[in-house]
């Protein structure tokens, strides 16, 4: 029997107050027993004047259930940042902040905001493995919307007005499996290089459509396809699908995406793309990482070099 749930009304009996998800948080953090973080000791005693607090038996020192991870000195009940990560999770087209507030009953959008924030924060596995095979490699834009503007940009490989994104989808067998997005400064080798050198596995054979900059990108294959009067989608079916899909998604939860934070809603988007047969599984993984995630507070989330 898997240990998550695999419908809202599972979820409800399964996590039907705090003690409950304070458990389960429990099993996720240390699923050998407690152990102290900064001391390493496995031997301690929960708290009973400190709600979810265990005392270490060798230094005594106090960690609460969610010190030092994205819940660290917040505070929302547990249950709701389970109902958060349960329907950011699993939601098949993902879900606004404004949507959550409306959900989940949240007394400002701030408050709202703040949690889908950190909760995108670790949707990225810093021990993830890097694509590996055969991966088409791409570049692509999304026009830039500001608070008062439509959304206007140039046109072919123009920056004006444009968020500029590359992408790579690991393509196994007649379709995709997984894939890397990435918001890039601009179409150089620099650029593109360093996105194929994070996403790529040494070996890889890297399918692009001829852009001259690809060329020479260290520990890949390049397998150069110029386009010429066929159009790009037929040579790069899968990475023009999941940009398709991109905007369409971009467009239809959030209205349009703006520079600052771009990143982090491409990491959204590539948790759930690759969790896509295993959406319900996805809750507990984005549990898991939340717990090892470092913790981010609002002033980190606003700040005017924060682009995460």
């Known amino acids: 029997m898997p240990d998550y749930p695999q419908s809202l009304i599972a979820f409800q009996r399964r996590f039907a107050d705090d003690r409950a998800c304070a458990e389960y948080l429990m099993e996720v953090r240390w699923p050998e027993g407690f152990r102290c973080p900064a001391c390493g000791h496995d031997r301690g005693w929960a708290l009973a004047a400190k709600a979810w607090t265990y005392e270490c038996a060798r230094c005594a020192r106090q960690t609460s259930l969610r010190a030092g991870t994205v819940m660290h000195g917040s505070k929302l009940a547990l249950h709701i940042w389970f109902w958060a990560a349960y329907l950011m999770a699993t939601h098949s087209n993902g879900i606004s902040a404004l949507q959550l507030q409306r959900q989940l009953g949240l007394g400002s959008y701030k408050s709202a905001w703040l949690l889908c924030a950190k909760l995108r924060s670790a949707m990225v596995d810093p021990e993830r493995n890097p694509l590996t095979g055969l991966i088409e490699i791409d570049e692509t834009a999304i026009n830039h919307r500001t608070r008062s503007d439509p959304p206007a940009g140039g046109s072919g490989r123009s920056h004006q007005g444009k968020l500029l994104i590359a992408g790579a989808v690991e393509v196994v067998g007649p379709g995709p499996r997984r894939i890397r997005l ?28 001829g852009w001259s900059a690809y060329a020479g990108a260290p520990g890949v294959t390049h397998d150069r396809h110029v386009i010429g009067v066929m159009a790009a989608h037929v040579v790069l079916p899968w990475v023009h699908r999941v940009f398709s899909n991109l905007k369409t998604w971009a467009l239809g939860v959030y209205h349009g995406l703006r520079p600052k934070h771009l990143q982090s809603y491409l990491d959204e988007f590539v948790f759930r793309f690759n969790r896509r047969r295993t959406r319900h599984a996805a809750f507990k993984s984005l549990l898991g990482i939340a717990t090892r995630a470092k913790p981010i507070t609002y002033k980190m989330l606003i700040s005017p070099d924060a682009t995460g």
Request: hydrophobic letters at 45%; zero cysteines.
């Open 182 to 209: 990435a918001h890039v400064r601009d179409y150089s080798a620099d650029s593109l290089h360093g996105f194929i050198a994070t996403a790529a596995a040494p070996g890889a054979v890297a399918k692009t459509d």
